[in-house]
């Protein structure tokens, strides 16, 4: 386990922030695009059709990129273009999501724990028996369930604005427990907090104080993937078991402290779902942990590819350097 050579433990109190440090600036030009094609597969799980994107070569160290609400495999194409010269990229759709199949509500159960099953089956169906997991949202709690059932799986933890405490949830949750509290008068409120375009634009925008530099084309996308039909009570019936997630976060905090993966932490500290709490949050648990908080939102991809990458090309060269896939 390495020491964080990037900061000390911060302080969860209002308006603190961190970025990057110069020292990780000589990895960035190294992150532009491959040559390497990125290939798109499907794969029957549990009798469901998984779309999965794949990039770089088998034999080098696996990245299993996990996506979030409610997005897809696509949000991790800007990795996919950078760092598939070294690694073995492989990110797939969970069901009702991007290119997999998407059964009715009336006929799958849209659990996180459920999702989590599948993803793992989709693993041993292709056979990864190790890997470095990028979580991001939705990508957490799924990803969560994965570590603490296989931990000899996991090479290294990369976290990107997903939660494991309560400190990590704003105002934007109260709304949401409601919904959980008491369903059925409270789901038209839900859906329009966290399925409307506005609620997809506030995803998107956050607290940027520079909302013009955000591709309005993402949240106008996201919303046609929210409008096909089914989707509103595919989410709904998700996100209702979010709540599980919540439950089980002390279970998690304890496995993180217990079992001390090798973790790096790259926060958008413009996230109004998932706030910048969350990091110190995290620290506790990971004192070891590499932290990075960007002056990005929820989903830091899409405004700093170059340097997402780069961080992530001096971390993995650091902890997984004779990793085998």
Do not use: C
């Amino acid at each position: 386990m390495f020491k964080s050579w990037i900061l000390a433990p911060l302080v969860a109190s209002a308006g603190v922030a961190m970025t990057s440090p110069s020292s990780a600036a000589p990895a960035a030009t190294h992150a532009g695009a491959t040559d390497r094609p990125v290939v798109y597969r499907t794969v029957n799980v549990d009798g469901l059709s998984i779309f999965y994107r794949e990039a770089g070569p088998p034999d080098a160290p696996t990245i299993l990129l996990l996506h979030g609400f409610p997005s897809s495999s696509r949000m991790y194409d800007p990795l996919l273009s950078r760092l598939s010269d070294s690694y073995h990229l492989i990110a797939p759709d969970y069901p009702g999501f991007g290119h997999s199949d998407a059964p009715s509500a009336k006929d799958f159960a849209y659990t996180f724990d459920h999702l989590a099953e599948v993803t793992r089956h989709f693993t041993q169906a292709l056979g990864l028996r190790h890997y470095v997991l990028y979580v991001q949202d939705y990508g957490g709690p799924i990803g969560m369930r994965l570590a603490v059932q296989h931990p000899e799986r996991l090479d290294a933890l990369i976290i990107q604005n997903a939660v494991s405490h309560e400190d990590g949830l704003g105002p934007l949750w109260d709304t949401r427990r409601k919904f959980w509290k008491d369903r059925a008068p409270n789901e038209a409120a839900l859906r329009e907090n966290f399925l409307s375009l506005a609620s997809a634009r506030q995803r998107h925008v956050g607290t940027n104080p520079h909302p013009e530099t955000i591709n309005p084309d993402l949240w106008t996308d996201e919303f046609a993937f929210l409008s096909r039909p089914g989707q509103a009570e595919i989410q709904t019936d998700l996100f209702y078991s979010y709540q599980t997630n919540v439950a089980s976060y002390p279970s998690w905090q304890a496995w993180l402290k217990k079992h001390q993966p090798t973790t790096l932490i790259v926060w958008g500290k413009y996230d109004p779902s998932f706030q910048v709490a969350e990091v110190a949050a995290y620290q506790r648990d990971l004192p070891n942990a590499e932290v990075h908080v960007l002056d990005a939102g929820h989903f830091a991809l899409d405004e700093k590819p170059n340097e997402i990458a780069g961080i992530m090309r001096n971390f993995l060269g650091r902890v997984t350097h004779g990793a085998t896939p």
